[in-house]
Structure formats: structure tokens, C-alpha cells
């Protein structure tokens, strides 16, 4: 099913770019999605927008993507943690060679400018792999606390990047995809490898529990930025297509976590050797 599922995502991908990219109206439909935010009309809106974007970037991803494969290392799990290496590397290459090697011609009469931005989002595959990563080498108990918090992550920069006319839905949605698939083969592939048995160590534990403080720090952080930023909602004003894009992006989001986690449950022989109730 997994597999299957990295199957689904690349056609989507490329379904999204051949309409949307490769055809006037689905330019134009794109075009319609951009959230127009002025520094000038909403400063604070803007400034917020633009801080969650700078947690993007080279640095970012290296450091996060060593922590992640380091909780999976004391798990004792090398397996998870080279998957979380693969997905992450993966995906952000895959979206770099896209980026160049998809065209975006010009194909509206009034001259829009469709060739702003570029499919996929790198912005947005840096996000969706460092969420999709930290699920993978999370244990069962913590998954979906991760996969709650990191869906939180993606989405919020997909719709940032909406919200400064960065990129368009499809590029969004694209990146979502592209990691999607990258994290459900490498999913695939490491369970192949040793599962979980027996009870976990002393550093396993402590890791559980730094990555779930983590976690919830995380959560508080974004949800009280959040609170003091309701202004935020006038950018619904007389926007109704971003309004509909920034749902779609999070649903989507959202939707390809869920069969992510739901996939890679552990399955009934990660218990062999464990002694069950009776």
C-alpha cells in the first residue's frame, strides 16, 4: 500500500502541473489564488507571515534533519534514521531539479504573470519533509502528536507562501506531493528492515520524551502567534479563491499525513518476541 501510495502522489504531481501549469485556465485559476498581502495595508499580518518563512532554510534543514535522524538513532532504530535522511534529501532534490526542468510558459492574452514562482514549492517541500520525517522515526505512541504538529508546520508555509504571492496552489500542492511520495517509498523500504522489540532504553525513553516536549512547545508557540494575529482574517476580504486555497492546501496537507501514519502502522510480526497479555 505504500508504494502504491508513492505511485498515486507522483501522477497527482503530475496531473497538477500538466493542468495547471500547462493549460491557460489553469493558470488563470491559479493566478486568481494569490493572497496579495501588503506590508503596507497589513503590516503585522505580513511581517508574521514572512518570520514563519524564515525558518526555511539550508541551515534549518541540516540541523533539523540531523536532530530528527538522531532521535531515530537513540531508538536504536539506523534504519529509520537513514529513511529520514533519504526522505529529506530526496525530496528536496527531486523539488530543485523540477523547479528547473518544468517550464512555465506564459500562457495568458492579458499578460499575468504566470511565470512568477516555480513548481513545486522548495519553501513548502522543506516544511512537508521535515514533518513527514519526524513521523517516520516517531514511535507509535508519539505519531500522532508529530503528525499533528508537523501538519501544522506545512500547512501554515503553504499558505504563507499563498498569502505573499510566492507561489500559486499548485506549486503548494505539488511539493506536498513530491514528499508524500519520497517519505511512502522510503516507508516501504524501512520496513523491510528490523522492527521495534522489546522494551525500549533508557536513551529511547528520554528521546520520547524530549521529542514530545518538543512537540507540544511547538504547538504552543504557533497557536499563541496565532491568537494575538486574528487581523489575519481580513485577508478573507474580497479574496474568496485564496480563502478556498489556503482550505484546500491545508486539507490536502492534512489528508496525505493521515495515509501517511495510517500506512505505516506497525504491523503484527514488529511484536515478535514482545510477551502480549493474557
Known amino acids: ?117 516555480s513548481f513545486p514549492s522548495g519553501h513548502v517541500t522543506v516544511a512537508m519533509s521535515l514533518a513527514m520525517a519526524l513521523v517516520l522515526v516517531a514511535p507509535p505512541n508519539l505519531r500522532a502528536v508529530a503528525a499533528a504538529a508537523g501538519t501544522i508546520y506545512a500547512a501554515g508555509v503553504g499558505v504563507a507562501v499563498l498569502a505573499l504571492d510566492w507561489h500559486r496552489p499548485s506549486d503548494v500542492l505539488g511539493a506536498y506531493l513530491v514528499t508524500t511520495a519520497w517519505a511512502a517509498l522510503v516507508a516501504a523500504l524501512a520496513r523491510g528492515g528490523r522492527a521495534d522489540r522489546g522494551e525500549p532504553s533508557r536513551a529511547a525513553r528520554a528521546a520520547e520524551w524530549v521529542i514530545a516536549a518538543l512537540t507540544v512547545s511547538f504547538v504552543g508557540v504557533v497557536a499563541a502567534a496565532a491568537a494575538r494575529r486574528f487581523d489575519l482574517l481580513h485577508l478573507a476580504d474580497d479574496r474568496a479563491a485564496f480563502v478556498i486555497a489556503a482550505i484546500t492546501v491545508a486539507v490536502v496537507a492534512g489528508g496525505l499525513m493521515a495515509a501517511l501514519v495510517a500506512l505505516i502502522r506497525p504491523s503484527p510480526d514488529a511484536y515478535a518476541g514482545v510477551p502480549r497479555p493474557r
Open 1 to 117: 500500500m505504500l508504494l502504491a501510495l508513492a505511485a498515486v502522489c507522483a501522477l497527482l504531481a503530475a496531473a497538477a502541473y500538466m493542468l495547471a501549469v500547462q493549460t491557460a485556465r489553469g493558470q488563470r485559476i491559479d493566478d486568481s489564488a494569490f493572497g496579495n498581502l501588503s506590508p503596507i495595508r497589513n503590516p503585522r499580518v505580513h511581517d508574521a507571515t514572512a518570520d514563519l518563512l524564515r525558518t526555511i532554510s539550508v541551515a534549518s534543514v541540516a540541523l533539523l534533519g540531523l536532530a530528527i535522524m538522531a532521535f531515530a538513532a537513540a531508538r536504536r532504530r539506523l534504519d529509520l534514521a537513514l529513511a529520514a535522511g533519504v526522505l529529506i534529501g530526496g525530496a528536496n532534490l527531486t523539488t530543485q531539479i523540477l523547479k528547473v526542468a518544468l517550464p512555465r510558459s506564459d500562457l495568458l492574452a492579458d499578460g499575468g504573470a504566470a511565470t512568477n514562482g
